[in-house]
C-alpha cells in the first residue's frame, strides 16, 4: 500500500498592516489580534492544519519584529513548528516562501502556503480542496487555490480560468491573473463568468517552486539561498543573513512566479474566506443581533443599527445611530461610517504627523 502524501504547512505571518488601526500596529499587526474571539488570526491559522493525519508539523515564516509574540501564541496553542524562520527585513511574499521551501525537509515535499491573517469559516470544505490538489501539485503545478467570487470587490485579484487539467477532477489550468480592477472591470469579470478572487493560499511542491524561481526570479533565490546557508539557529528560531537576505529583490508570489510561470492550476472553492482587510470586511463576515449590530466588549444600542461597535478598553453607549464604525483601543477612539474604512490607514498617518 502506497505511503500517503503528508503536506507541510507554512503559515506567513510577516504582514504589519495598518489597516485595522487602532487595534493593528506594526508592533502587533492583524494576525496577532483576538478580533473573533479568545484566539488570534495566527493560532486560527494553526487549526486548519492541526490533522496529523494530513499534515506534518509547520513550518513559520514571520518578522524578527515579531519574535516575541510569535512564540507566545504558539505556545499557547500547543504547536510544535517544524521551522520557525525569522526575516531580518520584510522582502514581500515571494522571499518569505523561498525560505520556507529551502527549509523543507525533503525537495519534493507538499507546501501548502497560508498567510495567518485571513479566516476562513468552513474548514472541511477548505480541506476538501486541498487534498483534491494534491495529485496535481504532485505533478509539478503550482497550485492557487481561486475562491468563487460573491461580488464585484475591487480589493481582490482574480484569476482568470483556462482548460480543465487532465487527470483532475476539481482544478482547471489558470489563463490569467488580474490585479485590482476598478468597478466595470470587476462587474464584466463576474458577468463572464469564470474568475476568481486571489486568495494568497498555494499548494506545490518545495523543488517546484525553487524551480520556477531559478526560472524567473534567480537573483531573489541566490539571495535566499545564501541568507539560509549563511544564517544561524538560537533558541528553536531560524536567523537567515540579514545582508543576504536584504539583497533578496522585494515582490510577491504573483508577480515574481504565478504570472509568468507555465503550469499553474486554480482549485475553486467557496470556504467561507475573507482577508479581513478593514473593519468593514469584519462587519460582514460577523454575526449580526437582532438589530444588525455586531458588538465586540461593553456596548449598550438604543434605536442603533447595522453598526459595528469594537470595545474591550471603555463601555460604549449609542442612540439613534445607524452604518457606523466605532473601535477603541488604549486612549484612542475612531469613528467613521461603513462603507469607509478603507480611509482608517490616512487617519493614523494624520495622527502619527501630529505626534
Known amino acids: 500500500m502506497p505511503q500517503k502524501t503528508l503536506i507541510t504547512p507554512v503559515i506567513l505571518s510577516g504582514g504589519s498592516g495598518t489597516r485595522l488601526w487602532p487595534l493593528s500596529t506594526p508592533e502587533k499587526p492583524k494576525q496577532f489580534l483576538n478580533l473573533l474571539g479568545p484566539l488570534s488570526m495566527f493560532q486560527l491559522t494553526f487549526q486548519r492544519c492541526a490533522d496529523k493525519t494530513i499534515y506534518r508539523d509547520p513550518i513559520i515564516v514571520g518578522s524578527a519584529s515579531h519574535a516575541r509574540i510569535m512564540k507566545e501564541q504558539i505556545q499557547e496553542v500547543g504547536v510544535t513548528p517544524s521551522a520557525l524562520i525569522l526575516e531580518p527585513c520584510a522582502r514581500n511574499t515571494a522571499p518569505a516562501i523561498a525560505l520556507a521551501a529551502l527549509a523543507a525537509e525533503n525537495p519534493t515535499d507538499l507546501l501548502l502556503i497560508m498567510p495567518s491573517d485571513h479566516m476562513i469559516k468552513n474548514i472541511p470544505a477548505f480541506q476538501k480542496a486541498v487534498q483534491e490538489s494534491i495529485s496535481i501539485a504532485l505533478s509539478r503545478w503550482l497550485v492557487t487555490f481561486g475562491i468563487e467570487p460573491t461580488g464585484p470587490a475591487t480589493g481582490y485579484g482574480y484569476i482568470g480560468q483556462g482548460e480543465a487539467i487532465v487527470g483532475s477532477t476539481k482544478s482547471l489550468a489558470a489563463k490569467e491573473f488580474v490585479e485590482k480592477p476598478n ?94 482587510g478593514s473593519w468593514d470586511s469584519l462587519f460582514d463576515i460577523c454575526d449580526k443581533d437582532l438589530d444588525s449590530n455586531v458588538i465586540f466588549g461593553k456596548a449598550e444600542t438604543i434605536d442603533s443599527s447595522n453598526n459595528l461597535i469594537h470595545s474591550h478598553d471603555l463601555e460604549i453607549a449609542v442612540l439613534g445611530v445607524e452604518d457606523l464604525i466605532i473601535v477603541t483601543h488604549k486612549n484612542k477612539v475612531v469613528v467613521l461610517p461603513r462603507g469607509q474604512s478603507q480611509n482608517v490607514k490616512i487617519m493614523a498617518q494624520k495622527l502619527e504627523e501630529k505626534d
Open 183 to 276: 468597478q466595470e472591470k470587476a462587474e464584466k469579470m463576474l458577468k463572464d463568468g469564470g474568475y476568481f478572487w486571489n486568495a494568497g493560499i498555494f499548494l506545490f511542491r518545495a523543488d517546484s517552486y525553487l524551480a520556477a524561481m531559478e526560472k524567473y526570479s534567480p537573483e531573489m533565490l541566490n539571495a535566499c539561498k545564501s541568507a539560509m546557508s549563511d544564517g544561524r539557529t538560537e533558541d528553536g528560531f531560524c536567523y537567515p543573513d540579514p545582508d543576504a537576505f536584504a539583497s533578496a529583490p522585494s515582490d510577491s508570489i504573483d508577480y515574481a512566479i504565478m504570472e509568468k510561470a507555465e503550469k499553474i492550476a486554480i482549485t475553486p472553492v467557496n470556504p467561507g474566506w475573507s482577508d479581513v
